[in-house]
């Protein structure tokens, strides 16, 4: 079965440093993937998603996710985080329905 | 334009009492989910309709939750009796297409039900 794997559950990180956000999956169909956001008390938010083509994707609010097949991973990048970037982010990826990871947790410190 | 609507946003009740929740999707939307979000935990799909129809409801538990998307527009899903594992955020979602990869899900804000 397929799966993926937020390997943080919470990730700190200094304000306008770089950051990333590490998910890992096991497929052995057709792969793909998304990462969302959820805010405090908002509903998730679609960052950006991988389908095929370029393993590079880029999303909204600064961030990016590459695709990399022999790792089996989607790491979510950005180059310098803002206090507004503090959410929970999910990695997630569709198999007749989208099933979402467990989730990290993205404090900024200041 | 309005995002999804869902009420009420709180919900506190005691255990073996009903409990519903209401959500209107984005207008124009053809699909509409509903989400179990356990503290901790990414959501986890509860039932997806295709304008009026459900299409999976495969995780719901019918025993206790029931939905309904009369009309193919806004939807109501309900717990009766709730149970204390029950407590978890509901969210609702809406997209334009019919759930493929390539359909863009919008989440609303979700309803926090706390059964005591």
Known sequence: AQSVTQLDSQVPVFEEAPVELRCNYSSSVSVYLFWYVQYPNQGLQLLLKYLSGSTLVKGINGFEAEFNKSQTSFHLRKPSVHISDTAEYFCAYFDDKIIFGKGTRLHILP | ?116
């Open chain 2, 1 to 116: 334009e309005a995002g999804v609507v869902q009420s009420p946003r709180y919900k506190i009740i005691e255990k073996k009492q009903p409990v519903a929740f209401w959500c209107n999707p984005i207008s124009g939307h053809n699909t509409l989910y509903w989400y179990l979000q356990n503290l901790g935990q990414g959501p986890e799909l509860l039932i997806r309709y295709e304008n009026e129809e459900a299409v999976d409801d495969s995780q719901l538990p019918k025993d206790r939750f029931s939905a309904e998307r009369l009309k193919g527009v806004d939807s109501t899903l309900k717990i009766q009796p709730a149970e204390l594992g029950d407590s978890a955020v509901y969210l609702c979602a809406s997209s334009p297409g019919t759930g493929g990869p390539t359909d863009t899900q919008y989440f609303g804000p979700g309803t926090r039900l706390t059964v005591l």
